[in-house]
């Protein structure tokens, strides 16, 4: 239980970072021409980090610079199943 409750408060202060990260990077990408991208599945994360996420995301689009990408609950079989869904709904 221990290790439990260890695990979703460290999941909770990386949240945090995230939040403090991408909230202090939204004028500094525009400044610094850094294009912010993130890869993985964003929609199980609370829906204010989806905006900021989706904010940095929209204000960076156009960047030409530094491209930054930030892997975010990301893994291989998610990737793939993501891919094969995508895949069947275009045909």
Known sequence: MLLLDLSKEIVSKLMELLYKFVTEHIKKCIKNNMKFRVIGDISRLSPVMQDKINEL??????????????????GGRDEILRAFKKFHNDI
């Open 57 to 74: 995301l929209e204000v960076s689009k156009n960047c030409t610079g530094l491209n930054f990408t930030v892997a975010l609950n990301y």
